[in-house]
Each structure stands twice: as structure tokens, then as C-alpha cells.
């Protein structure tokens, strides 16, 4: 199998939509932009692109699929979000009821589906500087946690904010901080280094979403914003029906990396 870090974005969009890749896409198609989803129906999408706006480092929108199309017009002209993320989680009432590889019959004329950016997009730029990456290291999913951080209330959404955690040494974590502050519009810098209880994580040991990963002597843990916030938020306020990518299986856009850095 070719190397999927090569692949370009359409190459691995078509792995995904033929379903010959259902792992988490970290590393996926190198230097492009990876991104959440969130899709809902139209009567709740004024309150979350509100709720976005006014939380843009865990909901940094990328783009927006319009009711009755498939594809981000910006993002990736030719694609199917309906087909190409390789899980998708499916709430009702605010509770996980099951995960499925497509949503073509659950993504109706009603639906609008915001693509919101990924931590996954800087790692890259991590690496590039010497940082390396665990979960990457370890080949498993981005281990990620509930906080007791409130996200800004927008109409009816309202609830906590979901941590995405990488471990390194505080020489690292000072890097990690002036590299990953390039990139504002995909989580930007960290929300909190050191003491996970600080932010409400009792056991860093025990992720909410994704793998445990080690952390070894010397390192801090560091805490940043993540897109899977919106699943908390769905937990929370319990919309009729709101569809997810399951957590670390994101959709690759067309869009480079480095269009979405400051120089």
C-alpha cells in the first residue's frame, strides 16, 4: 500500500469512500488541512455558527456544506462528506447511538454541515522543528478529555470545551507554543501546560476520546483546543439529531497547510 502520507487529499479521500481506510487519519496526505465535522439540521445552524464565532479556538471554521450539497465549496470542490471521513458518530437527543463509515441516508435537503479545523494541521509544523509526536510515535489515536473550561454561550449551545494532549519536555512546550501560534485559524496555541487537574482532568491517564498515550519522565502534558468539542456540546444540549466524525477520523481537505499559518 502506498505510503499515506504521500497520498495527495483525493487519493485519500477515495482509500476512505472505498472504505480501505477506516483508521484515524493523523499523517494522512502530508500538508494538507484535516478538519472536523459537525452537521445539523438548517434550524439550528444560525446558533452554531454563532457558537463557533464566539469560540474560535475549539471551533475554528474551515468551511460550510449548504443544505442539499455534498461538497465544501472552498475546502474541496470535488469531494462527498457524506462518504469520505473514514467513522462518522451519530447523536440523537445528546446521546452516542452508533458509528457508521457513511450518513448518505442521514444527511437529508435539511442538513448543514460545518468543517472546523484540526489540531492534526500543525503537527507537521511540530515535527518540522524537532518536536516529536506520541500518539504518531505510538500509532494510535490523540488521546483528548472533557475540561471544566466553558465554551461562550451562542442560542441554544453552551457546555464544556474538549482538550486535545500531546506530551514533551518544557523545552518542547515552549516551542510548541511560538510554532503552533502560526496557526490560529486550526486551534492556535495551547489553553493550559502542566497539572491536567487544573482544567478539570482528573486521571490523564483516562482519556474521554481517543488513546491513552505515555508520558514519560520530564515531560508536561499540553493542552490544546479541539474540534471534538462540539460532540461534548451535543452531549449537552441534546439537538433532535446531530452527526460527528468519529474523534481522530477527520476529512482531508484540498486546502495546504500553510495557508492557514502567519508568517
Known sequence: MTNPVLLSPEQARQMIREQ?????????????????????????????????NRNPKACPIIDVVEPGEHAPKQAAPNANVKTEIPKYRIYKHGKFVEERTDVIDLW????????IGCSFTFEQALMDNGIPIRHLEEGCNVPMYLTNIQCEKAGIFEGPMVVS?????????????????RFPSVHGSPVHIGNPETIGIKDIHQPDFGDAVPIKKGEVPVFWACGVTPQAIAMYVKPEIMITHSPGHMFITDLKNEQFSIL
Open 20 to 52: 480501505r481506510w477506516t483508521k484515524p487519519t493523523a499523517g494522512m496526505a502530508k500538508g494538507y488541512i484535516q478538519a472536523n465535522l459537525a452537521v445539523l439540521p438548517k434550524e439550528y445552524a444560525f446558533d452554531f455558527l454563532l457558537f463557533c
Open 165 to 181: 494532549m500531546r506530551p514533551m519536555t518544557e523545552r518542547d512546550a515552549i516551542r510548541a507554543v511560538q510554532v503552533t501560534s
Open 108 to 115: 437529508n435537503e435539511n442538513m448543514v454541515g460545518f468543517l
